[in-house]
């Protein structure tokens, strides 16, 4: 019988990772239910609460492996990101002008292949005239 190639599962190494992750989750919602549920408070002290929620529990994830792999993981796709060229207006807003008359004519035809049906329904094989 074949064996099947089983891809790498990664799993938390210890004990002590699965407590820190867990405890910097626990952190992190801390702080997006106190953003919620204390609305009554100015937008500054939840927007407070809220920041130190996920960079307290963010500081607690750095101690453990799997948190170093996803801050890693992180700083990686920032990284990719800033390599990005991105278009300039005149690409921009030529590919803007080739997807509106692409809309445009895709409604046309939506149009005239409804009105054709409903043609084709109502006045042929029902022959109901409006």
Known sequence: MATMNKPEVQT??????????????????????????????ALAARL??????VLVGAGVAWFSEPGKRF?????????????????DRKETLKATGVVFVFVSAMALLLFLIDKGI?????????????
């Open 12 to 41: 938390l190494g210890s004990r002590t990772d699965t407590l820190l992750v867990s405890l910097a989750v626990l952190i992190a919602l801390a702080g997006v239910i106190g953003f919620t549920f204390w609305s009554g408070l």
């Open 71 to 87: 801050i890693a993981f992180t700083r990686e796709a920032w990284d990719e990101t800033r390599r990005v060229v991105w278009p």
């Open 118 to 130: 409903e043609f084709g329904l109502y006045d042929v094989i029902l022959g109901w005239k409006r």
């Open 48 to 53: 407070g609460m809220l920041a130190g929620g």
